[in-house]
């Protein structure tokens, strides 16, 4: 796959090809495609949660799983897969580790809403 644009790294073609392919249905091709990306930019987070979005429409949920441990390893504060990895837990009937991920989510998420409010004040 060539770049289709000069400016724009041959990651984001992959990652942009995979979207095109998950919105068309074909989870398979779309994990392929987000893992090309991030073979080619390992902080490529938009790409891991894609991965991990793809994994889970194609029903392989481990793969998921550990997609989403990985984005965690390299983003211990981002919320999104805090949230993915409790639905994922969620669907394998892990309830415990499940809520224990939701709990992890949301109390990022109010951490994350604290701090700005503190910055929106501090700017006042």
Request: hydrophobic share 45%.
């Amino acid at each position: 796959m060539s770049s289709s644009c000069p400016e724009r790294p041959v990651s984001e073609d992959f990652y942009y090809q995979a979207l095109e392919s998950l919105a068309a249905g074909d989870a398979e091709a779309a994990a392929r495609e987000f893992r090309e990306a991030i073979s080619l930019d390992p902080g490529f987070l938009d790409a891991r949660h894609g991965l991990i979005r793809a994994l889970q429409e194609a029903g392989e949920l481990d793969p998921a799983i550990a997609a989403a441990g990985e984005l965690i390893a390299l983003d211990p504060d981002d919320v999104l897969a805090h949230t993915s990895l409790s639905i994922l837990y969620q669907r394998k009937g892990m309830v415990p580790e499940a809520e224990a991920e939701a709990l992890k989510a949301k109390l990022l998420g109010w951490k994350l809403e604290l701090r700005g409010a503190r910055a929106g004040s501090l700017a006042e």
